[in-house]
């Protein structure tokens, strides 16, 4: 059974950091990238970051570049999303989600994705 489970949300300030975590298991997932998503209240659901599990090739959205780093540890498989300089509008659901390296996962399509976490809170105090 997949399972993708994120951690780490929870309430900070702006200006503050957090680091989500995305522990995967269930399948060989080195053949696929991992995506952070993230879903604000009343918005869609966006693309935030993306690593490539074989070859760490990463992407991001252009309103978290240069404060969001995603990383990921290959021997724990788990993937990470280092938030620094947090703002209002980074308050969201989080979500970690896995999909096939031959796709064009890095476009952000989340129809690209086969699993996802059940998403953590971050909260952005302003």
């Known amino acids: 059974q997949v399972q993708l489970v994120e951690s780490g949300g929870g309430l900070v300030q702006t200006g503050g950091s957090l680091r989500l975590s995305c522990a995967a298991s269930?399948?060989?997932?080195?053949?696929?990238?991992m995506g952070w998503f993230r879903q604000a209240p009343g918005k869609d659901r966006e693309f935030v970051a993306g690593i490539s599990w074989s070859d760490s090739t990463k992407y991001y959205a252009d309103s978290v570049k240069g404060r969001f780093t995603v990383s990921k540890h290959n021997a724990k498989y788990t993937v990470y999303l280092q938030m620094n300089s947090l703002k209002h509008e980074d308050t969201a659901v989080y979500y970690c989600?896995?999909?096939?390296?031959?796709?064009?996962?890095?476009?952000?399509?989340?129809?690209?994705?086969?699993?996802w976490g059940q998403g953590t809170q971050v909260t952005v105090s302003s």
């Open positions: 989600a896995a999909a096939p390296l031959s796709t064009t996962w890095y476009e952000g399509d989340a129809y690209d994705y086969d699993y």
């Open positions: 269930g399948r060989n997932f080195r053949t696929y990238a």
